[in-house]
Structures are given as C-alpha cells and as structure tokens.
C-alpha cells in the first residue's frame, strides 16, 4: 500500500518549515506537525529573537519561496566589527571585500554581509509560503507520541490518536527532539555555564548597519542592527548572574546593559520583553537513521555568538532539499539509507567544523588567563592583517565556501 | 507462487548455474547496507540515464510528476526489482521478467508492499517474443554479460521493441582495466560482491552490443560510462567507458 505522505516533518519551525516548502515545492507530498498553532507562532510574544541570515542561507529562502516575503523586514549587514574589551585591537569585515553578486544600485557596494530577520517575521513569511503550497498540509497544534520504522514505512501516532504513514519522519524539532528521543539517538552536550540574554534596544543614532561582538571577561556580547534605530542584543553571561540581570528592574537593567553597549549610538532603551536562555553545546554521533533524518538543532545546538546555529540548520534544509528531491526525481525510495547515507555525509564535515569554531571561541574569549587573553588580542590583529584568513573565516560565515547544495549557490534543484 | 518448479518456459539463453546463483542471494537485495550494497550505490546513476533518454526520445520533463507516464517498459533480468519500482514511481507501465523464479517472489513481494503495480513474471525474453508482445521501452541491466548466446538474447531484445522504440542496456566491458577492477578488485578484493559473480571473458564489448543489434534495425543512440570516486565512495557518470557502462539505441 502507498504511504499517506511521502515526508513527514516534525517540527514546523524556522528550518522544518523550510525544509516543507523545498519539498513541497518540488511535488513531494509532505505533511508538517507542530506543536503550536500557527497563530500562536506568529504572536508578537512568542518568540522575540531575531537571526543573524548570512548570504548563502539568503540564497536558500529565496529558492524556498520564502525571500520574497522577508526582503522587505530583513535588515542588511554591511559591516562587523569584532573587538576584545582588554584589547585596543580590533577585527573589521566590510561587505565591499566580500561583493560576489554586482548590485544594482552601480555603486559596486555589492552584496551585505547577511541580514537580520525577527523571528516572528520569519514565522510569518512561513505561514504566508505554505498557504500557497499545494502538496503541504499544517497539522498545527500536533504532536507525535510514538513512530514505528520498518522497511516500507514510518507510522506515526499523533496525540490525537491518527495514524500517518510516510516514507520518511524529518526530525526539525528543536533541542528538546521529540523524534530524536523517540528514535533512541544518544546526544553529547556540554554545558557552557553561561545564559543568552536576549532583547530589542531602541537608540538614538543610527546604526549604519554594523553589526557589533564584543569579547567581555564573562562573555561574547553582540550588538546586531534591526530596522530603524533599533538593535537586537544577544548578551551571554554566567547563569547565575544572567539570572540576577533577568531579576532586575526596568531602570537597573538598562543600566546594567548601558554599561556594556557603551554611548556611541547614543541613548540605549530596552524596548519590549527579555528573554533568557541557557547556552549548551549539543550534537548527535549521526543524524540519519532507518526512514528518519534529523535536522538543526535536533541534531547540532552551538554557541549562539557567531549566530551560526540557524544559518547551519538552514543548510541542513539545501542539502536535504537537494538529496530527497534528486532521489524521488529518480523514482527512488526517499525513506532508503543509500539516500539518506548522502545528506549525512554532506553535512557532517560542516556542523562539525561549526560547532567546533564557536566552541573554541567561546573558550578562548571567556577567560582571562593572561596566555590566551595575548593569544586573541594577537589573535584578532594576525586575522585582521592576513586577508586570505580573514576571508576564509567570512565566506565560511557567510556559506559561500565548500561543497555547496545548489540552493545555497543560487541555483533551482 | 503456483509455478515455483517449473523452468521458464521457452528456449532459453539464461545457463542454469547463473539462475541458481543469483535466487540464492534475492533475500538479500532489498538491504542496501548489506551485500547489494554497491548496486544501490550505482542505482542512481543508472536510472539517471534511463530516464534522461527516455525523457529526451519522448520529450518529457524530468521534473514533471510522471516524466514516464504511459510508456509500456519491460525490464529484462529485474532480479528483487531494483530498477523496476523506481521506474514504475515514474509512471512508466512497467512489466519485468528474471529467469530465476525467487527473485520474481521477492520483486513482487517488495512491490506489493511498496503499493507499486508492476506485472513480474518468471520468464525470459524469448518467450515473450513468441507470444508476439511489444513495448516502447526495454531495460536490461548487467544481464548482457550473462547470457549464453549474446547475438540471440539481443535478437529477442529486438523483436520486443515497437518501432520507434528504445533499448537501454548496462554491462561491463572486456578490457584489461574491467578485470583488474570489476572481476579481481570487486570480488577478490574489497569483496563488493560474491567471488564467482563475474566471469570476465563474458564481458561485452560495445562494439558486440552495435554489432549484434544493427542488422536488427536498431541503432546505437548514446553511451556513457560509469565512473567510482572511491574518497567519496560514489559512482557518477563518465565519459569512460573501459568498465562499467550504458548504452541507449532506437529501433526504426
């Protein structure tokens, strides 16, 4: 008997929700759960984060057909400026070093770095992307409760007591992966001891569209450009003073984050609600297993200062898109190993290398044994002046460097 | 399987200790991590140029739901049915026959369980010929190298095709480079498949394949060769065509 669906994805976040639309897109029939409703996920309060998007994950939602709902919210990134707090050195990447696409305005400024996008406009752009897919049905709010695998289907029970069956379950559920757990995959996790605090500032001054990472003694603290004169700050702390920080009134926190931010855009004000969130290290020895294939998060969480870990997830999404979409154009059983042994070997030597990078920097930054502090101060000004490795570590940021799924080169599947 | 005993029927070009061979391995064809691994590995390169021909002779677009719909293909030596169900998820009307009758049981199993409607049956091309039945497609993949009498299994091959029909064949060639590799590498070596699978002087050569099919009135249409990356552990297409190979021809 034919299954229900071709894939079934739990999760319809940020990479789960693009994930469906490439296959959707492309004449799979997919299905796509999640545990909140989607006007729940689009509410203001939901989720007050907003994500760094570097140019090659760009590049994959627009051939997600997702783009052309977000170019008008997303806030380029022309500059970062990367700096020490015990250190007069600094490292400064312009976008114009970086211009691989010409742009129109014939300034020959090319292309920004990335951009930022809120994440309640990203969820937006999904629901509006989805409602025009055909293929795609929303099971909102959804939970799977228990999968059965074998060797011609996944049959997945859902809290509402259905049974689906698909060819293949996509595990984009988050860090706490219910499909990950479910299929016994053991995690490694290492606890950084530190929280992410995260809020929206309104200032005075512009702010050119810098993006700003500051290495403090307890912590990276990132100033990222929103649109207007307002500014999304990821700030990471020890837990038990990020709990302190999160306790503290309107008037002292401001203070407290005024003392940080500096007075160089002026006035700083918290606008809206804090959020707090504790920062780990998590990944899974292998990401494919019979009929079942995890993504983001589910299967890499990292340090949050290079705002790397969506950026990673949505190439996740390029190369899985491009895997199952080749295998069903080939008439073959997208639910097989010696398809899904592809994607998981696409992307390992990448999220590896990721987690591996912001791990090391975390390290190296958040301590001041005198050694390594020298180390990265000498660190940022040898980066600074040897222009082949400043441009390495950029393009990689900006994932325009290695084997690349043709998503993230610009290219249809 | 009321006819699990009985022979194909027909005068048949399969020898009997290739038969007895490959039924005995049919449990295991679905695994693709077990020991038919390597065939799932070289699967999509296959099935790329089958239905990139077929799309280019019918003009079809490959990324078109059905790119196959309703061309009546017959697979010649399906085995557990490897390339018979993808091209059947294409569209094509997909009938497809082996000389060995547990490999007919396992296809038709697997395909039963994968909702596909494929009509196997154990048989052999000859006597299907005789019953005078006719398709726009036929597929015959590392079975060339097999058969007793090469000239009139492709003279049954032919008779099958309608006019205007195409014939898609895979084998290996008999060079120095095949035997190194595909026979004393494949078996001896990295142990990809059975020791015994293979006997080289069996091998064909394209020019065999041409020479055999011409007087038919069918003729050589493309070739390509199938190339192993063995740091990424994976088969692409190439322009060599000294070991593992494709080739299409059209009938008039």
Not at chain 1, 208 to 218: D, G, K, M, S, W
Not at chain 1, 239 to 246: G, Q, W
Request: contains cysteine; charged residues 20%.
């Amino acid at each position: 008997m034919q299954n229900d669906y071709d894939v079934l994805i739990n999760g319809a976040g940020m990479v789960g929700g693009t994930i469906a639309c490439i296959l959707a897109a492309s004449g799979m029939r997919v299905v796509v759960l999640d545990r909140e409703a989607p006007s729940v996920q689009v509410a203001d309060s939901y989720d007050g984060r907003a994500s760094a998007i570097a140019l090659g994950s760009q590049r994959v939602l627009d051939g997600a057909g997702l783009w052309e709902f977000l170019h008008e919210v997303a806030s380029p990134i022309l500059d970062i400026r990367v700096s020490d707090q015990q250190s007069p050195l600094s490292l400064h990447y312009d976008h114009r070093d970086f211009a691989v696409t010409p742009n129109n305005d014939g300034d020959g400024s090319g292309n920004p770095l990335g951009f930022m996008v809120e994440n309640r406009h990203f969820r937006v752009a999904l629901a509006r992307a989805i409602e025009k897919l055909k293929n795609l049905t929303v099971l909102a709010p959804g939970q799977v409760v228990a999968i059965e695998r074998d060797s011609h289907k996944v049959s997945a029970t859902l809290d509402s007591g259905r049974v689906i069956t698909a060819d293949l379950v996509v595990g984009s559920d988050g860090r706490g992966s219910i499909i990950r757990r479910l299929a016994g995959i053991a995690l490694t996790r290492h606890d950084y001891g530190q929280s992410g605090i995260v809020c929206t500032v309104d200032h005075e001054h512009p702010h050119q569209q810098v993006a700003y990472e500051r290495f403090l003694a307890t912590g990276p603290f990132a100033i990222l450009p929103l649109l207007g004169n307002r500014s999304s700050i990821v700030w990471a702390e020890k837990t038990d003073l990020a709990d302190h920080i999160m306790s503290l009134s309107d008037r002292e926190f401001q203070e407290e984050l005024a003392r940080r931010f500096g007075s160089f855009l002026g006035t700083v004000t918290p606008t809206g609600p804090r959020w707090c969130y504790p920062l780990s290290l998590q990944y899974t020895g292998y990401s494919i297993d019979n009929r079942l294939v995890l993504a983001g998060d589910a299967c890499h969480g990292m340090h949050p200062l290079a705002g790397q870990g969506l950026n990673m997830g949505l190439r996740d999404a390029a190369a899985l898109g491009e895997v199952l979409i080749d295998a069903h154009r080939l008439g073959l059983d997208v639910g097989r190993h010696s398809v899904l042994d592809r994607y998981q070997r696409w992307r390992r030597f990448d999220n590896g290398l990721m987690m591996g990078a912001t791990h090391m920097i975390n390290a190296v930054f958040s301590n001041s044994i005198e050694p390594l502090r020298l180390a990265r101060v000498l660190g940022l000004a040898v980066v600074d002046v040897i222009p082949p490795l400043k441009k390495q570590f950029m393009l990689q940021a900006m994932g325009l460097s290695g084997d690349l799924p043709k998503l993230m080169r610009g290219q249809p599947i | 399987m009321n006819n699990r005993q009985k022979t194909p029927h027909g005068a048949s070009t399969a020898s009997p200790e290739e038969v007895a061979r490959f039924a005995a391995m049919a449990d295991e064809w679905w695994d693709d991590t077990g020991k038919f691994k390597p065939l799932h590995k070289l699967n999509p390169v296959r099935i790329a140029f089958i239905r990139d021909m077929l799309a280019a002779h019918y003009d079809r677009d490959i990324t078109a739901a059905l790119p196959l719909h309703g061309l009546a293909l017959l697979d010649v030596g399906c085995g557990g049915g490897l390339i018979s169900e993808p091209l059947c998820r294409l569209g094509a009307d997909v009938t497809a026959i082996d000389a060995g009758q547990e490999a007919i049981d396992v296809a038709t199993n697997h395909a039963a369980q994968s909702g596909l409607n494929i009509a196997f049956r154990h048989d052999t091309p000859e006597s299907l010929a005789d019953e005078g039945l006719q398709f726009d497609v036929l597929v015959s993949l590392e079975v060339v190298e097999h058969v007793a009498d090469l000239n009139a299994f492709l003279g049954a091959l032919a008779s099958l095709t309608k006019p205007g029909g195409v014939i898609i064949l895979a084998t290996l060639n008999r060079t120095l480079k095949s035997l190194a590799l595909a026979k004393i590498g494949a078996e001896y070596i990295l142990r990809w498949v059975p020791r015994g699978t293979h006997d080289w002087r069996k091998f064909v050569k394209p020019s065999e394949l041409t020479k055999g099919l011409e007087p038919l009135g069918v003729h050589l249409h493309s070739m390509q060769g199938i190339g192993f990356d063995p740091l990424h552990d994976n088969w692409f297409a190439s322009e060599k065509l000294d070991v593992n190979y494709l080739a299409s021809f059209t009938k008039d």
